[in-house]
């Protein structure tokens, strides 16, 4: 390998060692946003529950849920363009004849290939989680005896 294709390798593996790192913080920040989340929808429920506002407090909270919703789409679309360019740089490698995924024992066109998707069942179990949060003000709403 001539000097200027070790340095083209070298920038290559920093790039993919960059995309890796952008998916790990994706994956974080994701789980972060629906904690907090969680944390306030469950502080305003209490708040319901002790006040007459909750129908307030209901809008407030599912205002809440949406703008973290709106937060894990986001970041999953930084993981999914990260993937994309861990695919793109694989792809630049083979073409030098240096074969990523054997080395790496993995298939980083076939894993990465289903795009946003990629992460659906956990997506999907954190949507659950956004969607439920306001419910205890709902229940509250409900079950408690209006002040």
Known sequence: M?????????????????????????????????????????????????????????VFSSGVALASWQLVVHYNRRMTDARNQAVAIVSWLKQKDIDWDAIVCGGTQNDYSVGENYDLQELKFFLAILVASPTLILLSLILLPQK
């Open 2 to 58: 001539s000097s200027a294709e070790d340095k083209e390798f070298q920038i290559a593996v920093g790039v993919l060692e960059d995309c890796r790192r952008l998916i790990a913080a994706g994956k974080v920040q994701r789980w972060d946003v629906v904690k907090w989340s969680v944390s306030v929808n469950l502080a305003l429920a209490v708040a319901a529950a002790l006040s007459d506002m909750r129908l307030a407090l209901l």
